[in-house]
């Protein structure tokens, strides 16, 4: 079956500007997450989704950054007036529950670059 | 200091050789263990969840030590396609992954 998917796969764009970054989980998973991985560091946690409620928001680095989901399924990340430490990729993932071991899949994420 | 700790390598090993990884973890709360795997430019992948018995896949053993916190990931007979980054990953609440850096695998002909 299909997998998570992200678009755009690549986003250039200049600071100061606003950047949405789409992700479209795999269909019947419940619960979604977004994650950042920026060079030389580890994935990092940024905001986690039960349906369309987001329980956990605490890694979200600045108010800069905001997150929907609509109708249980596509996810929007938002980053508002862009700085170049934001340039990172944004992957995102979903799981069926949210128990230890529901597994998550990530999507193939969305690399933004900020000049 | 980060909560997820690796060597970030690179080891370099040829074909058939085992090899293996070692991560720590600081908080000690920490409740399921994996290991990932990601491939250059692309998503990580759910290789092993890590139990306290000990565990293995094929080629693959996974460890835990929970007095020392440490978790360890041995890959034997290696192969070409074993080259990649491997991810240390816990969780402390049931959903929130936490990464380490990762340990990077070059396997050579």
């Known amino acids: 079956g299909a997998g998570v998917s992200q678009s755009p796969s690549n986003k250039v764009t200049e600071k100061g500007k606003d950047v949405e970054l789409r992700c479209d989980p795999i269909s019947g998973h419940t619960a979604l997450y977004w994650y950042r991985q920026s060079l030389g560091q580890g994935l990092e946690f940024l905001i986690y989704f039960q349906g369309n409620s987001a329980p956990d928001k605490s890694g979200l680095p600045s108010d800069r950054f905001s997150a929907e989901r609509t109708g249980g399924s596509v996810s929007t990340l938002t980053i508002q007036r862009t700085q170049q430490e934001d340039s990172a990729v944004y992957l995102c993932a979903s799981s069926y529950g949210t128990g230890q071991f529901d597994t998550q899949y990530f999507g193939p994420g969305t690399r933004l670059t900020v000049l | 200091r980060k909560e997820v700790e690796q060597d970030p390598g690179p080891f370099n090993v040829p074909e058939g050789a085992t090899v293996a990884f070692n991560c720590t973890y600081s908080n000690s709360a920490s409740q399921s263990f994996f290991w990932y795997r990601q491939d250059c430019r692309k998503e990580p992948k759910l290789l092993m969840s890590?139990?306290?018995s000990g565990n293995e896949d094929g080629r693959f053993t996974a460890q835990l030590n929970r007095a020392s916190q440490y978790i360890s990931l041995l890959i034997r007979d290696s192969k070409l396609s074993d080259s990649a980054t491997y991810l240390c990953?816990?969780?402390?609440?049931?959903?929130?992954?936490?990464f380490g850096s990762g340990t990077r695998l070059l396997v050579r002909p």
């Open positions: 890590v139990y306290s």
């Open positions: 990953v816990v969780i402390r609440s049931s959903y929130k992954l936490i």
